[in-house]
């Protein structure tokens, strides 16, 4: 899994969670001082988010 930016242009939340790309506000804010690890940690717990958001027909595509 790359540590590239997720972002995909939609920025729009769900509650705290953006439906484009899955990461909270929190984890947007910081993600250019993460390092890789702390990256891949968001990107997994991310997609699990969009996942969830997938399910419940909340998820937004570019």
Do not use: N, Y
Request: charged residues 40%.
């Amino acid at each position: 899994m790359s540590s590239k930016d997720p972002c995909i242009g939609v920025c729009k939340f769900d509650d705290d969670v953006c439906v484009g790309c899955g990461r909270s506000k929190r984890e947007i804010k910081g993600w250019k001082k993460m390092d890789k690890g702390e990256r891949r940690q968001v990107l997994a717990e991310s997609h699990l988010r969009l996942l969830a958001l997938a399910a419940t027909g909340r998820r937004k595509k570019k």
